[in-house]
């Protein structure tokens, strides 16, 4: 099957052509030792939260368990289902940033996939903004909301009339913690992109 060449494909070309070497040689080394503590340190803090999340499951399964058996015993509860649900919030929130950085979020790979690996890094550092903006506004609203529920002591408008404030904390901080790995991400490539060895290599 003939394969069409892409402007990506011309772009990989290129890269070659860099000369690397003077590129890496002008960064200096206090501050590339700068950078590699930074990209080490949040990927720490986010494979921390992002195992601890997954222990959140099992929260979960015990919450929806204990709901069940108390429906059968005739005793029903009225937290379970939202306890439930802020759990499972909780979970994909804190997952984030881990997930970011192992690279497990769902994208499109039929092109991707193609690439040498300075031109994924490449491609990466050029869509990674979006992410960026999209997250600032998610950490925005998501500050704005949760000092609103602090303030004015938000409850939930059911009957077991759970504070909001918690929840939306949690969130934030996940959503805070996804930028600072996306920052890093993007250091990421760019040290891979100029040969600059920071982290471990992209797959």
């Avoid at 700068?34 to 999340?53: C, H, M, P, Q, S």
């Avoid at 409850?155 to 959503?175: D, E, F, L, S």
Wanted: hydrophobic share 50%; with cysteine; glycine share 4%.
């Amino acid at each position: 099957m003939l394969i069409r060449r892409t402007r990506f494909d011309d772009l990989d070309d290129w890269l070659y052509t860099v000369n690397w070497k003077k590129v890496r040689h002008s960064i200096s080394d206090p501050f590339v030792n700068l950078l590699r503590f930074y990209v080490r340190t949040v990927d720490k803090i986010n494979e921390f939260v992002g195992n601890f999340a997954m222990y959140l499951l099992l929260l979960l399964t015990g919450i929806l368990l204990y709901s069940v058996i108390a429906n059968a015993a005739n005793h029903p509860v009225i937290w379970t289902m939202e306890m439930a649900q802020f759990t499972m919030a909780a979970y994909y929130i804190l997952g984030g940033g881990s997930s970011l950085k192992n690279g497990i979020h769902v994208r499109m790979d039929f092109l991707y996939e193609r690439w040498s690996p300075k031109t994924k890094a490449i491609v990466d550092i050029c869509t990674i903004f979006f992410l960026f903006f999209y997250l600032f506004i998610m950490i925005k609203g998501g500050w704005e909301s949760s000092a609103f529920a602090l303030e004015f002591d938000q409850r939930n408008h059911t009957v077991w009339r759970p504070p909001m404030a918690p929840i939306k904390i949690i969130m934030t901080v996940g959503m805070i913690l996804m930028f600072m790995q996306a920052i890093a991400e993007l250091l990421k490539d760019i040290a891979y992109a100029i040969g600059k060895k920071i982290y471990e290599p992209k797959p």
